[in-house]
């Protein structure tokens, strides 16, 4: 029996999701999407969310944006807590691990990932928090 994925409680994530698994990981046209599964670090449940993604070599990156909120998104506080993923994205599924990225390598993988999505830059001029952005590096 395969474990339960939960998706996020948040509705317009979750249509974000139903609409990458429609459409086999592209939902949005020149927009670069993944599926992030988590493990809940409470409930031990696995979550699922989506995410924009950019390329570094063989590493997908991410950023904890959670739309310049106060906090942290759950999901990054999950994988603080357990860094074992499974990522999505088009049609290929596959284990990683994630990581917070250091401060030598945050600045120019924060300029990615605000190339690939200009909105992280008001973000993070709302944020009063430094945004934490994750790198997702495949398992084994």
Do not use: K
């Not at 990615?112 to 928090?129: G, K």
């Amino acid at each position: 029996m395969t474990e339960e994925v939960l998706d996020s409680p948040d509705g317009w994530v979750a249509g974000h999701i139903r609409r990458f698994l429609e459409t086999g990981g592209r939902p949005r046209p020149g927009v670069d999407d993944l599926l992030l599964t988590t493990r809940g670090r409470r409930s031990g449940r696995l979550r699922r969310t989506a995410l924009v993604y950019v390329r570094d070599g063989d590493r997908y990156v991410v950023a904890a944006s959670n739309r310049g909120a106060a906090g942290n998104p759950a999901w990054y506080l999950n994988l603080a807590a357990d860094p074992g993923v499974v990522v999505r994205v088009g049609t290929e599924e596959f284990a990683a691990t994630a990581r917070t990225a250091g401060a030598g390598e945050r600045p120019r993988l924060w300029r990615l990932m605000a190339e690939a999505m200009p909105s992280y830059r008001h973000y993070q001029e709302a944020a009063d928090r430094e945004i934490p952005v994750v790198v997702l590096e495949r398992a084994g």
